[in-house]
C-alpha cells in the first residue's frame, strides 16, 4: 500500500494529472472512453445508493459531468455537485451540463470546500488513482458525509500480490510521470485506509473494465514491454493506433459511520 507523499511530491502530482486532463480535454472521449462513458454498470451501481428527496450528493473527481449527470436523471429531487481539480474540465462539465441544474466547483480532493455532515452520498469513479493522500481524502469524504452515508468509490481493482505489483509498477508508474496516477489499490489495501476514517467497506460489485486507449498516450506503449504472462491476464491487444485492455474493477461501497 503506498504511503502518503510529501507535500511537495504531492503538489507535482495534482499539478499533473490536471495538465494531463486538460491537454486531452478535447480527447476527454479518448482518456475516459466509451466504455466508461456511457457505462450501465455505473448506472446500476448509483441507483443503489440510498438517497432520500431532496438529498444532497457529490461527485468527485467529477471530469466532464458524466457521474454527476446521471446522478441528476436518476434522482431529480437530488442537489447534485461535481468538484474537479482543474477550471478547464469544470468549465467543460458546465457547459455540457448547462441545463442540468448541477453545482460544480473547483476543489482538490483533500481539502472538500463544504462544511460538516453535508452529503447523503458521494462518488468517485476512476479518478482515486491520482490522489496523493488517500488516507487525508478518506477523512474529507468522511468528515462531510453524513453518518450513515454512503461513499462509492468506482475503480480499478487489483487482486493482492503479484498482479497489483505488476499493475502499479507497469501501468502507473508510466503514467504517473505523464498524467499523475499515483497507484491501483486492492481490497485489503481499502480496508487498512478505510477504517481509520470511520469508512466501513458495506460491499463490493466486482466488473471487467474493458478499456481501448489511443496509442498517442505514448505513456500506454509501456504496455508493449510487459511480459506475455501479464498481457494475457489483462487481455492486452493492439490495433494500427489502439491498445486495448481488461482490468478487474469494482464498484465499492462503504458506510460513514
Ligand atoms: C479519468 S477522469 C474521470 C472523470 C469522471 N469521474 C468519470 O468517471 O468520467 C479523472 C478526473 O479526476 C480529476 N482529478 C485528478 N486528480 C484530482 C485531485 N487530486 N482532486 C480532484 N480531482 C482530481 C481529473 O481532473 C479528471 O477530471
Redesign the pocket.
Known amino acids: 500500500m503506498a504511503e502518503p507523499l510529501d507535500p511537495q511530491t504531492a503538489g507535482e ?2 499539478k499533473r ?2 495538465n ?3 491537454a486531452e480535454l478535447d480527447r ?1 472521449q479518448d ?2 472512453p466509451p466504455s ?2 456511457d ?1 450501465d454498470r ?1 448506472r446500476r451501481l448509483l441507483e443503489s445508493l440510498p438517497v432520500s428527496p431532496e438529498s444532497k450528493l457529490i ?9 454527476a449527470s446521471h446522478l441528476k436523471r436518476l434522482f431529480p429531487q437530488a442537489r447534485v455537485c461535481g ?4 477550471p478547464k ?1 469544470i468549465a467543460r462539465a458546465q457547459e455540457l451540463c448547462r441545463t442540468g441544474n448541477i453545482d460544480f466547483v473547483v ?4 481539502e472538500l470546500p463544504f462544511p460538516d455532515s453535508v452529503f447523503e452520498s458521494a ?5 482515486l ?4 493522500d488517500v488516507a487525508a ?1 478518506f477523512r474529507e469524504v468522511r468528515r462531510v458525509l453524513k453518518a450513515g452515508g454512503i461513499y462509492l468509490i ?1 475503480e480499478v481493482l487489483p487482486q493482492a500480490g503479484r498482479f497489483q505489483t505488476m499493475l502499479n509498477d507497469v501501468f502507473t508508474a508510466a503514467e504517473r510521470e505523464s498524467a ?1 496516477h499515483v497507484a491501483y489499490y486492492s481490497l485489503e489495501d481499502y480496508m487498512d485506509l478505510l477504517a481509520p476514517a470511520k469508512l466501513k467497506l458495506r460491499s463490493v460489485r466486482p466488473f471487467p473494465l474493458q478499456l481501448k486507449i489511443g496509442k498517442y498516450l505514448t505513456h500506454c506503449q509501456e504496455l508493449r514491454k510487459t511480459p506475455a504472462s501479464f498481457q494475457n491476464r489483462i487481455s492486452f491487444e493492439e490495433g494500427e493506433d489502439w491498445f486495448s485492455v481488461r482490468l478487474p474493477a469494482a464498484g465499492l461501497f462503504a458506510e460513514a459511520k
Open positions: 502530482i495534482r494529472s490536471r494531463f486532463f486538460e476527454y482518456v475516459s466508461i462513458q457505462d455505473t461527485d468527485i473527481g467529477c471530469g466532464t459531468g458524466i457521474v468538484l474537479d481539480i482543474s474540465v476543489a482538490t480532493e483533500s462518488v468517485c469513479r476512476f479518478s488513482h491520482h490522489y496523493p481524502h468506482v499523475g
